[in-house]
């Protein structure tokens, strides 16, 4: 194939850290606390902003706590489930690898009697009709590494008995959370918004700070997870009293990002971005025939971790090994070319390319990128192809 002439203005698309935002650069953190106490007044305050802020774009019911909790996405999912798991059976669902990290912390470490897995392939969904009202339920939104996301939470009972213990990492401010359906919600806002990493979101209904203050674990708390004292919440955590020392620039950071936000149409306006960038891998997917999207359904697909399978026969034809090496390959070319980072799937799914489509991605990005993917992948099939 002819070389394209258009190459992206911005060649990230990685699934994490995610691009910056459009027009990012280092001066917007000039306004950071530094220097200061994180349990100092202006601390506090730009901690307790930024909370106030992800409510009002996240449409957060008052009622519902924030807040910012260590080691990102995991971090908040991991307290999640220390703290409220083992006072009902618990329903595990996955169908991608994070799901089923969840799995392992559940089963083979906290081994909470009367968990449930119900699992499915990547590309595909578990039955979400045998989740149980009466247990809690663990699983993710959008699984960031099949590119799969549950299409709605109408399987989500209104009147369960149940905790809803949501891994949201890569939908938040990319797709609609139904709050009076989820219980506690985690993410990262080094996803959709672009953020410095290190930090979480944790989101807790009143259903959930019921649990926490009328349920202890038999099992030892590590302070880092812990979200009680003396039986009743510790409502600092959720003003900006954070557990231990965050970093007040990747705040700022987070910050930098929620204004952007706000900017550009608020939730609904990052939705839209988001979904336009997949519905531009759609209609290029649609008339290419060496490529498919990983999900198995339209309704399934995520519009931020955009995860394509190759269906060339050529490829299906190759042994495991060599299967694994065409995407390698592909994403090498064009990361050589300075068109895209990080675009080989993740290792432990099928092979594979995994686009970000993040709302900090613009679509005119997305729109360059798709002749280089049919360049680089007729280059490596010429260059693995055994002459006839």
């Known amino acids: ?17 995610c691009a910056k935002r459009p027009g990012w650069t280092p001066q917007a953190l000039e306004n950071a606390v530094l220097g200061q106490s994180h349990r100092g007044k202006a601390s506090k305050a730009r901690l307790a902003d930024v909370i106030d802020r992800t409510r009002a774009i996240l449409n957060v019911p008052a009622d519902y706590r924030i807040g910012i909790v260590p080691a990102s996405d995991t971090g908040a999912v991991e307290m999640a489930l220390w703290s409220l798991l083992g006072a009902r059976p618990v329903d595990m669902v996955a169908w991608e690898s994070f799901g089923s990290e969840w799995v392992t912390d559940v089963v083979k470490e906290l081994k909470i009697p009367g968990a449930r897995t119900l699992k499915a392939a990547y590309g595909a969904l578990p039955d979400l009709g045998q989740v149980n009202k009466d247990h809690d339920v663990v699983f993710t939104w959008n699984g960031t590494t099949s590119g799969v996301r549950v299409p709605n939470a109408d399987w989500i009972a209104d009147d ?50 019921e649990r926490l203050e009328s349920y202890t674990p038999a099992r030892p708390l590590p302070k880092i997870f812990r979200l009680t004292k003396g039986g009743k919440l510790i409502e600092g955590i959720f003003k900006g009293e954070t557990i231990n020392t965050p970093s007040l620039l990747c705040v700022e950071d987070y910050r930098d990002a929620l204004v952007w936000a706000d900017q550009v149409g608020g939730l609904k306006g990052l939705i839209a971005r988001s979904e336009a960038n997949l519905a531009v891998i759609t209609a290029w997917a649609e008339k290419t025939d060496w490529v498919d999207f990983l999900a198995e359904t339209k309704e399934s697909r995520s519009c931020t971790s955009i995860c394509l399978k190759i269906v060339d026969p050529w490829f299906t034809a190759l042994a495991a090994d060599a299967q694994a090496e065409v995407p390698k390959r592909l994403a090498a070319k064009l990361e050589k070319e300075k068109v895209a980072f990080d675009i080989n799937g993740y290792r432990d799914a099928p092979p594979g390319l995994r686009i970000w489509g993040g709302a900090t991605v613009e679509t005119a990005d997305i729109k360059a990128l798709t002749p280089w993917l049919d360049w680089a992948y007729a280059a490596v099939k010429a260059e693995l192809a055994v002459p006839a």
């Open 1 to 17: 194939m002819t070389t394209p002439v258009v190459r992206p203005k911005s060649p990230y698309f990685s699934s994490g850290p």
């Open 160 to 209: 369960r008995a149940g905790l809803t213990i949501c891994d949201a990492t890569s939908a938040a401010f990319a797709m609609e959370l139904p709050w009076a359906k989820l219980d506690v919600t985690t993410f990262s806002w080094q996803k959709v918004l672009g953020g410095e990493g290190a930090h979480g979101i944790l989101i807790l209904s009143p259903r959930a700070v």
